[in-house]
């Protein structure tokens, strides 16, 4: 990483009728300056040196992302649902996978352990299940059924009604969540009372 740290430029203008002592006292009371004309003082090293790389190389934030999920090797959504780990749809049990993932990094556009956006994290804990949902919360809260709030249950799918954001409902008021970049996985409160329940798997 190269850091350019401009040159200092210092600026004063003197009234008018200032004498030249003046003008030296200030000149003098910082060395590294000096008067020029108009009563103004800049930076006597004002040039700035040439910025050179060196040996470092700057790694963009696509391609932390993209060497986070090159590393994982563990199943895949479409492996998931060929072969659910979990046959018997739960929604007990659709907690209980959920929580495990709490501490993964939020990455946009991700589903799987090595980073999950919002719908990503339902659809892969959904995929362990052997339901296929779509990666997005619109397409999410289309496929399930809409029940009310009261018959909520741990393990339904909180939709937050603009359509930007969902998680699973732990009960309680309660949700798990990939919130947003530089965020991860994590157990909160519903921040807002914009909201909806689906149920999938009835």
């Known amino acids: 990483m190269v850091l350019a740290i401009p040159t200092l430029v210092l600026s004063t203008a003197l009234p008018a009728q200032a004498s030249p002592a003046i003008a030296h006292e200030i000149t003098a009371a910082v060395p590294s300056v000096q008067a020029v004309q108009h009563n103004t003082i800049f930076a006597s090293d004002a040039a700035a040196a040439p910025v050179t790389r060196d040996a470092f190389t700057a ?12 590393s994982y090797s563990g199943p895949s959504v ?3 649902l060929a072969n659910p780990p979990y046959p018997s749809f739960s929604l007990d049990q659709v907690v209980q996978v959920a929580l495990q993932y709490q501490g993964v990094p939020y990455r946009f556009g991700g589903a799987d352990p090595s980073g999950f956006d919002c719908s990503g994290l339902v659809l892969y804990v959904y995929a362990q299940f052997g ?3 779509p990666h997005s919360v619109n397409g999410q ?3 399930g059924t809409a029940i009310a709030r009261e018959a909520a249950l741990p393990g339904d799918i909180v939709i937050m009604t603009d359509g930007s954001h969902n998680g699973i409902y732990l009960g309680n008021g309660t949700f798990i969540d990939a919130p947003y970049e530089g965020r991860s996985v994590l157990v909160r409160p519903i921040y807002t009372d914009e909201y909806f329940i689906v149920r999938v798997g009835i």
Do not use: D
């Open 141 to 143: 809260a289309a496929f």
């Open 59 to 70: 790694t963009s934030a696509a391609e932390m992302l993209a060497a986070s999920a090159a």
């Open 78 to 80: 479409a492996a998931l």
């Open 131 to 133: 339901i296929s949902l």
